[in-house]
C-alpha cells in the first residue's frame, strides 16, 4: 500500500498530514508575504536604472528571492536554527524573541502558521480525499498568502492573482467546481464589476474606492467558483469590510479618508463561498421561498 493509497483509508492520517503541510505551507506564506513585495519593489528599481540610469547603484543591490537567503532574523541577521524555524513551536520555544539578539519575533508569524493549519484541516472535513481538496488546499494557501501581503503593503501582486486567475481557468476544463463557460463568465464579471464600482465611485466622490488588484483577484475568484458565485463574495465582502471599517472608525483608529485594504475581506469572503457557497445559497433561497 502507498502513502496515498493509506491517505484515501485513513481519514485521521489524511488530517493530520494536511494540518502538519498545511503549518509548513503557512511558514512559507510568510516569507512570500514579506519578500514578494520587495521583490517586485527590487525589479522596478532595477528597471529603471536600466531604462534611465537612476537611482545610482540599484544595479548593484543583491537580489531578493523567495528562497534565498535562508530564514534569518531582521533585525541581526542571524541565521534561524532548524528547530527554531518549526512552525509555531519554533516561536513559543523561542518565546517570541530572537536566539541570538533577543529582539522581538512578530506574533504574526505563528498566527498565519496556525490559522493556514485550521484552514487546511477544515477543507480536508470539507473535501475528503479528492481532487477538490487538492484545489481547495491552494486556493486556500493563496487567499492566505494575498490577505496577508495587503494587510501589510495595501497591495496585491500580480505574481499572485494572475496565476490563481489561469488556474481557476485551467481547472474548468476538467470540471473541479465549476465548468468553463461558469468559470470564463465568473473571471470576466468578477473583474469588470468592480471595475464599474471603482469608476462610479470615482466618478462620484473624486476618489479611488479600491485598486487594481481587487479587480484581478475577483476575477480570479469568479475563475475558480463560477459567477453564480459573485453575488455572494460581493456581498459578504461589502458586509464585512464595512462592519470592521465602521468599528475602526467608531474606535478611533481610522478615518473616513484612512485607506483599508479590501482584499482580505474579498479573499475572505471567496473562502466561504468555496466552502459553504451552495449552502448558503440554498438557505437563503428556501428562507426566501424560491425553492
Known amino acids: 500500500m502507498t502513502f496515498f493509497d493509506a ?20 511558514s512559507f506564506l510568510n516569507v512570500v508575504a514579506y519578500r514578494l513585495p520587495q521583490r517586485i519593489e527590487q525589479d522596478f528599481r532595477k528597471a529603471s ?4 540610469g537612476v537611482p545610482a547603484g540599484a544595479d548593484q543591490e543583491p537580489p531578493i528571492s523567495l528562497m534565498r537567503p535562508g530564514s534569518h532574523c531582521p533585525a541581526c541577521k542571524t541565521a534561524i536554527k532548524p528547530w527554531h524555524n518549526l512552525p509555531v513551536l ?10 541570538s539578539c533577543g529582539n522581538s519575533i512578530s506574533v504574526q508569524y505563528p498566527i ?3 490559522v493556514t493549519g485550521l484552514m487546511s484541516a477544515v477543507c480536508v472535513w470539507r473535501f475528503g480525499y479528492s481532487a477538490e481538496l487538492a484545489a481547495a488546499l491552494v486556493l486556500t494557501w493563496a487567499l492566505v498568502a494575498l490577505t496577508v501581503t495587503d ?11 494572475l496565476p490563481l486567475l489561469w488556474l481557476g481557468l485551467l481547472l474548468s476544463i476538467k470540471g473541479v467546481f465549476v465548468a468553463p463557460t461558469a468559470s470564463i463568465l465568473g473571471a470576466a464579471l468578477g473583474y469588470g ?10 466618478l462620484a466622490t473624486g476618489k479611488e ?3 487594481y488588484g481587487d479587480f484581478k483577484l475577483m476575477g480570479a475568484l469568479g475563475a475558480w467558483l463560477g459567477w453564480q ?3 455572494q463574495i460581493v456581498l459578504l465582502s461589502a458586509l464585512v469590510g464595512a462592519a470592521i471599517g465602521i468599528g475602526l472608525m467608531l474606535g478611533r483608529r481610522a478615518e473616513w479618508s484612512s485607506r483599508i485594504p479590501f482584499g482580505p475581506y474579498i479573499a475572505g469572503a471567496g473562502w466561504i463561498a468555496l466552502l459553504w457557497g451552495e449552502s448558503i445559497n440554498r438557505g437563503y433561497m428556501n428562507y426566501a421561498g424560491l425553492h
Open 209 to 211: 474606492g479600491m485598486g
Open 229 to 231: 458565485a459573485l453575488p
Open 193 to 202: 464589476v468592480l471595475w464599474g464600482l471603482f469608476h462610479l465611485f470615482k
Open 49 to 52: 536604472f536600466d531604462s534611465y
Open 112 to 114: 498565519v502558521e496556525a
Open 90 to 99: 519554533g516561536w513559543l520555544l523561542l518565546r517570541g524573541r530572537c536566539a
Open 151 to 161: 494587510l501589510k503593503t495595501m497591495f496585491l501582486p500580480d505574481d499572485l492573482t
Open 7 to 26: 491517505l484515501q483509508t485513513s481519514p485521521t492520517l489524511l488530517m493530520t498530514s494536511v494540518v502538519l503541510l498545511g503549518l509548513c505551507v503557512g
